[in-house]
């Protein structure tokens, strides 16, 4: 799910903090359309890598069980300066496409991530590290609805994410 959004975030696990409970593992399938087009983040457990960072998007171009990744994030506000982080990460094979991988600093670091949970219509997607130390909430626009939001936060909660941050996107 966002991923990430996934760079910065995967940025934040490189210098992470002490850990919370393990996240329980993915069951639920995940299309492979989730690793194309371009995702917004909503929310994220607070994390260092993130600090300032505000209209988070990560893009997703898809080459079979491959990827690449363009993570944007604005620092300071939505229209603040771009700091761009490109990589490419790798579906784990075996799975139902609910985990994935993430190169960094050339290749030296990996970091697995998973999907937790998605909307039916795959509007939005909880994307997690596997040791519980943080979760993001994506969706597919800016913005969702209010209903469908408080759904989405609520399951982001009953995992066991309590704190979290709510990024600004531009209205």
């Not at 399938?29 to 989730?34: D, I, K, L, R, S």
């Not at 607070?46 to 069980?65: D, L």
């Not at 979760?135 to 609805?145: E, G, I, K, Q």
Request: glycine share 8%; aromatic share 10%; hydrophobic share 40%.
């Amino acid at each position: 799910m966002r991923f990430s959004l996934i760079v910065l975030p995967a940025l934040a696990v490189l210098v992470a903090g002490s850990a919370w409970a393990a996240a329980k593992p993915p069951t639920k399938p995940v299309p492979a359309a989730f690793f194309s087009g371009r995702w917004y983040e909503i929310a994220r457990t607070p994390n260092s890598g993130q600090r300032n960072c505000q209209a988070p998007t990560t893009s997703f171009t898809a080459q079979g069980m491959n990827f690449r990744v363009r993570q944007v994030c604005h620092r300071g506000s939505p229209r603040g300066a771009e700091k761009v982080f490109s990589t490419k990460g790798r579906i784990l094979p075996g799975g139902q496409n609910n985990r994935f991988t993430m190169s960094f600093l050339g290749g030296l670091k990996k970091q697995e991530y998973w999907i937790l949970d998605s909307a039916a219509d795959d509007s939005w997607g909880i994307m997690a590290t596997p040791g519980g130390n943080y979760v993001w909430l994506l969706s597919r626009t800016p913005d969702l609805p209010a209903a469908t939001k408080a759904v989405a936060i609520e399951r982001v909660k009953a995992l066991g994410y309590q704190k979290l941050e709510y990024p600004e996107h531009p209205a």
